[in-house]
């Protein structure tokens, strides 16, 4: 049914116009209650309309891949949605519930060309709006993308972490194992084989058996080593948690995935369903006919 004039009164998209204009089109646009809880259209569905709401709020949401909802927007009075499919004639992009009782004005393409040709500064108009819906569908793509840990958590930025990483990675390599050998070999070596006796105390080489001073080079050498794997291990503790974070969701996302493949099943089966009941229906009434 058209709306009152009144109605438009207060809506920026009708701002621009003047008295006659906004009773012209009045006329042709159509109002349309909407209550609490009830959907008024689904994602997919063909869509000829744009709405304007004029008290009330209207949320807009659509569901990933997984099955998860995705808030949109809230749609409150004064703010208009469903432009996308009356300007492509494509489907709908989202699906659109009533969060309380609202009213909604009803504009199709013919009384958007009727609108436009009053007033075309009301083109820019749409055009903010439609602006605003992007800017929010970027923000939900940069914050519900799954993670890469690698991103998470960068590179080392500092010298001290890039050295801890090194040296945690050396002292657990086959190289270091090789080298440490040799250093053992070679200082026992020395102080029990090739350097001479000390002729007043008949020991040889600088660090004589039980090679106190190698003793104290190994613990020193281990002290360190075990402060740097500590540094390392602690970033690597933080990536791990980023890590099963991130599984977390993933799995969540599968588990959902899998709900929403059941709901879509459960769906089939019933419009097949109500499509084998309507063709039975429709092959018994000539039956009917013909015993008539």
Avoid at 75 to 80: C, T, W, Y
């Amino acid at each position: 049914m058209s709306c009152d004039v009144r109605m438009l009164a207060g809506i920026e998209l009708f701002d621009l116009l003047d008295e006659e204009d906004r009773a012209a089109l009045a006329e042709v646009i159509d109002s349309q209650p909407l209550a609490a809880g009830e959907i008024l259209f689904q994602a997919g569905q063909p869509g000829e309309s744009l709405f304007v709401v004029r008290s009330g709020e209207v949320e807009l949401y659509i569901k990933d891949t997984a099955g998860q909802k995705i808030v949109l927007t809230v749609a409150r009075a004064g703010e208009m949605f469903g432009e996308l499919s009356l300007l492509d004639s494509g489907p709908r992009t989202a699906t659109a519930i009533a969060l309380t009782d609202a009213e909604l004005l009803v504009l199709d393409r013919d009384d958007l060309l009727l609108l436009f040709q009053k007033r075309p500064d009301s083109a820019l108009h749409m055009l903010a709006a439609m602006s605003r819906m992007t800017r929010k569908a970027d923000e939900l793509l940069r914050t519900r993308v799954s993670r890469n840990v690698n991103e998470e958590m960068p590179l080392p930025s500092t010298p001290l972490q890039k050295i801890a990483d090194w040296i945690a990675w050396f002292s657990g390599s086959m190289q270091f194992l090789l080298l440490n050998l040799i250093w053992f070999v070679t200082w026992i070596s020395l102080n029990t084989l090739i350097l001479p006796k000390d002729p007043v105390t008949g020991e040889r080489g600088f660090d004589p058996f039980p090679f106190g001073l190698l003793t104290m080079i190994v613990s020193l050498e281990a002290i360190f080593l075990s402060c740097f794997v500590l540094i390392s291990q602690n970033r690597q503790a933080e990536k791990d948690r980023v890590r099963s974070d991130i599984e977390y969701e993933v799995n969540i996302k599968a588990e959902l995935e899998v709900a929403h493949l059941h709901e879509k099943t459960d769906r089939l089966y019933e419009e097949m369903l109500a499509r084998f009941t309507r063709l039975e229906k429709n092959l018994a009434q000539p039956a009917e006919v013909e015993k008539a």
